[in-house]
């Protein structure tokens, strides 16, 4: 299938991009009516090769290391390096999914030492998690992505919320009050 894009503003060249893979011609047809409708709204976004690793590497980085300080740019590029760019690096950009999230967290979970004894913390996970979710919010504005993923996925709970909530609701307090109080 082929969606016209309208003319290229500097050159007055059209411009088209095929979308393909669909099993059905019934497939391909609700695919073109929601690319229309993305069009429509300026939601659409292009299909490039861009992978996440290559993303994350080479665009997303460099760019955030002016705003973020540099301790925490560091542990954002050691973290992305050690485990979100071995497994989730060759996964095309606009393919990343919340069900390839949630699997990653759970594969973390269940053995992500690097020295193979084991799985990652919960809270190293949901750093892995907010690492991702910033990337993919950048990836937001800047237009590559029509949304971000990451805000459907479900890294695994903070526990040490879980027990202020719990010790809160024991005690009849709100989450505001029992922040005042103590």
């Known amino acids: 299938m082929v969606l016209d894009l309208g003319r290229d503003p500097a050159t007055g060249k059209r411009r088209r991009t095929w979308h393909s893979g669909y099993h059905t011609r019934k497939d391909a047809e609700k695919a073109r009516t929601a690319l229309l409708a993305d069009l429509d709204r300026g939601s659409y976004v ?17 760019a955030v290391k002016v705003r973020l300080d540099e301790s925490t740019w560091s542990m954002y590029e050691t973290n992305i390096r050690a485990h979100i760019a ?9 393919r990343l999914s919340a069900p390839d999230l949630n699997a990653f967290y759970a594969r973390l979970l269940a053995n992500g030492r690097r020295d193979g004894r084991g799985g990652l913390s919960e809270r190293t996970v949901r750093i892995q998690h907010v690492i991702i979710y910033a990337a993919l919010k950048d990836a937001v504005d800047w237009d590559l992505l029509p949304c971000n993923v990451a805000d459907k996925a479900d890294p695994p709970a903070d526990e040490a919320k879980k027990k202020r909530s719990g010790r809160q609701s024991r005690l009849g307090l709100s989450s505001t009050t029992a922040r005042t109080i103590g």
Do not use: C, D, N
Not at 86 to 94: A, N, S, V
């Open 46 to 62: 292009e299909p490039q090769s861009l992978t996440f690793g290559a993303y994350l590497t080479e665009s997303w980085l460099p």
């Open 86 to 94: 071995p497994e989730m690096g060759e996964l095309r950009l606009e």
